[in-house]
């Protein structure tokens, strides 16, 4: 069982930079893969970035490659996602999820098993 804790969310304009964290418990950390996925109103949730359990290598959604990165520190539980030149179409929630052992499919949020409460993310023009 993990459990997962978004922080970091809030108000920025655009062009500027945030940085989310997700804490999560359990002792199997390192054998989970780690996503973000984000969900604006009237929207399906959609992938943002993945960080694989097994060698920690990264892939990102199209909309924010260059922009933003996605990194584990396995020895504190935590996962981050830096978010630099934001826009306004950024602007969701946030959402931390993991999945133990996954290693492929990892844009379908449906092969997640565990989900944050979501950290709000506003951009402003």
């Known amino acids: 069982q993990v459990q997962l804790v978004e922080s970091g969310g809030g108000l920025v304009q655009g062009g500027g930079s945030l940085r989310l964290s997700c804490a999560a418990s359990?002792?199997?950390?390192?054998?989970?893969?780690m996503a973000w996925f984000r969900q604006s109103p009237g929207k399906d949730r959609s992938f943002v970035a993945a960080?694989?359990?097994?060698?920690?290598?990264?892939d990102y959604a199209d909309s924010v490659k260059g922009r933003f990165t996605m990194s584990r520190d396995n020895a504190k539980k935590m996962v981050y996602l830096q978010m630099n030149s934001l826009k306004p179409e950024d602007t969701a929630v946030y959402y931390c999820?993991?999945?133990?052992?996954?290693?492929?499919?990892?844009?379908?949020?449906?092969?997640?098993?565990?989900w944050g409460q979501g950290t709000q993310v506003t951009v402003s023009s």
């Open positions: 359990g002792r199997t950390f390192s054998s989970y893969t």
């Open positions: 960080i694989k359990w097994n060698g920690g290598s990264t």
């Open positions: 999820a993991a999945d133990r052992y996954l290693s492929g499919s990892y844009y379908f949020s449906t092969r997640y098993d565990y």
